[in-house]
Nanobody
Framework: QVQLVESGGGLVQPGGSLRLSCAAS????????MGWYRQAPGKQRELVAL???????NYTDSVKGRFTISRDNGKNTVFLQMNSLKPEDTAVYYC??????????WGQGTQVTVSS
């Protein structure tokens, strides 16, 4: 069973930065898409950022220019650098790994709260 462990969440003021990390318990390769999703109270889980190779990334419109997703396959880790954080970024952030049909894994989530 593949495990994903997120870290790096917390409380930050508007305009601040956080860096989330997600460590996988298995080897990861560029062909395996990895992503960050978030779910705010009362809302559906949404895709924030996706990385399918070292340079191929995709972001939801609301975070473009502020968030950066990256991966270190040697450390089996994916990162989400979040800058210029806004209160509306407050949510539980989940890491996702796709290794094929029926092989989709989620982390336990890490809380990000943006508030003054």
């Amino acid at each position: 069973q593949v495990q994903l462990v997120e870290s790096g969440g917390g409380l930050v003021q508007p305009g601040g930065s956080l860096r989330l990390s997600c460590a996988a318990s298995t080897r990861i390769f560029d062909i395996f898409p990895m992503g960050w999703y978030r779910q705010a109270p009362g809302k559906q889980r949404e895709l924030v950022a996706l990385i399918t190779s070292r340079t191929r990334t995709n972001y939801t419109d609301s975070v473009k220019g502020r968030f950066t997703i990256s991966r270190d396959n040697g450390k089996n880790t994916v990162f989400l650098q979040m800058n210029s954080l806004k209160p509306e970024d407050t949510a539980v952030y989940y890491c996702n790994l796709q290794m094929g049909i029926g092989r989709v894994y989620w982390g336990q989530g890490t809380q990000v709260t943006v508030s003054s």
